[in-house]
């Protein structure tokens, strides 16, 4: 039906991949592109006789605009899924708007030097991309992404007004090394050692990395503690549902995973900041990141569930209301169906489903949105679908 070109070939692309070939009636004709070709060539070699899509692979550089525009023109994509790194969104998304293609990205636009994520690069896109006739689907991962659709869905079936929103990341999950992070190590390490902020009553309030704790009991994962991070839905949500007063995020971390990060941290190891070493400039975050496991590795070794969702306080008929949509994903079983773990695959299926909303015209608004600004109703039927069913509470412990 469509062609369709995904950009990256890490752990999050290697979900989108496997699951585009298991829906090849949407995602008939793919064409894999990224730094290493090599790895391009892998999932076409491991996939191409187990389904229906027809797979080809590129090499391309996401930082040079030129090569993305010739690889579109070449292969003519109805859509790009991007799943290479927040740092290639712009580049991508011009070589959408010049070549007239659909865009589709799991996380927010980040300059390489700064370690500030914000929508404001990619929003000054909008108009652009109305006036092109084009569909931008911002950040749809798990987190952002499911998170965004859960709330415009409790908005538009649960409440009259929504209040507040927390949202949970918790992840059981054991890979049984002493230290290691789920997704690109880099981008990971910089989200978290960054200072904390929540919504409320109408603007952002800066926390300390790590200085708000709370201990959570996640349905089908048990007690867990878990700290207030900055994150990047926050930005949009305060925007799109209309009236909310306070928005929290909070993902849970191991006391060790805290303890390595911290030594990490003083010895000066996460920095972005570039040192001189023997005569090169190196930067310490990107040696770290070269030294730890690599997250497409701890697939066979992790155990354990995840649980991400979402708790809404509001108002529905007059009447004081509570609501909690969540989604428990086993590691193992991931592993099972498509070779990765779960933070991987929580983050890959929602982005195959977000193309496969362009791609069928249930989504289709030209402009550059973000997902909760679309109709939640296909998207969450489809996560039933496609691997990540989703759980309501009318009565969920509330966060203090
Ligand atoms: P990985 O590091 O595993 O993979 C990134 C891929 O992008 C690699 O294949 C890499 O190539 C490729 N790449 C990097 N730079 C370029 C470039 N200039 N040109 C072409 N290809 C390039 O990352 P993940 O798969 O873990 O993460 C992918 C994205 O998903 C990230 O943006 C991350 O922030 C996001 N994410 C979103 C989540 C959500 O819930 N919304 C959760 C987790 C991740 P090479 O193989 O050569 O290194």
């Known amino acids: ?225 878990m700290y207030l991070l900055h994150h990047e839905e926050l930005e949009s949500l305060a925007i799109n549902i209309k009236g909310v007063k306070r928005i929290r995020f909070f993902m849970t971390f191991s006391q060790n995973y805290l303890t390595h990060l911290k030594v990490l941290e003083n010895v000066g190891m996460t920095s972005i900041v570039p040192i001189d070493f023997e005569g090169k400039k190196i930067v310490p975050l990107q040696f770290l990141k070269a030294v730890l496991p690599d997250p497409a590795s701890l697939g066979p070794r992790t155990k354990g569930k995840t649980n991400i969702g979402c708790i809404y306080q509001g108002i529905k008929d007059g009447k004081p209301k509570n609501y909690y949509v969540y989604n428990v994903c086993d590691h193992e079983e991931c592993y099972a169906e498509v070779g990765s773990q779960a933070i991987s695959y929580t983050t890959g299926v929602p982005a195959m489903i977000g193309a496969m909303m362009v791609l069928t015209g249930k989504w289709n608004k030209a402009g550059v949105y973000n997902v909760e600004e679309f109709d939640p109703d296909p998207f969450m039927d489809a996560l039933n679908k496609w691997g990540l069913p989703w759980k309501e509470s009318f009565n969920p412990e509330l966060v203090e």
């Open 1 to 225: 039906m469509a062609k369709t070109l995904i950009i990256g070939a890490g752990g999050v692309a290697s979900v989108v991949i496997h699951k585009c070939c298991q829906n090849s009636d949407v995602f008939d004709d793919i064409c894999i592109a990224s730094r290493t070709k090599s790895k391009c060539d892998a999932f076409k070699e491991k996939l191409q006789n187990q389904t229906k899509t027809k797979i080809s692979t590129a090499k391309v550089d996401a930082d040079n605009v030129d090569e993305l525009i010739a690889l579109i023109n070449h292969y003519k994509p109805e859509i790009v899924i991007n799943v290479a790194l927040p740092y290639q969104d712009l580049t991508i998304m011009d070589a959408c708007l010049i070549t007239g293609t659909h865009y589709l990205d799991t996380a927010n636009y980040e300059p390489i030097d700064t370690a500030k994520f914000e929508y404001k690069w990619q929003w000054a896109y909008r108009e652009k991309f109305k006036q092109a006739g084009i569909t931008a689907v911002l950040g749809s991962g798990f987190d952002p992404g499911v998170t965004g659709v859960f709330s415009a869905y409790a908005q538009k079936h649960h409440f009259d007004e929504i209040y507040t929103i927390d949202i949970l990341d918790a992840n059981a999950g054991d890979h049984g090394y002493p230290f290691a992070t789920n997704f690109n190590p880099e981008i990971n390490i910089r989200e978290v050692t960054a200072k904390g902020s929540y919504f409320e009553n109408s603007r952002f309030i800066e926390t300390e990395p790590m200085s708000i704790k709370r201990v959570y009991n996640f349905p089908e994962i048990g007690e867990k503690d």
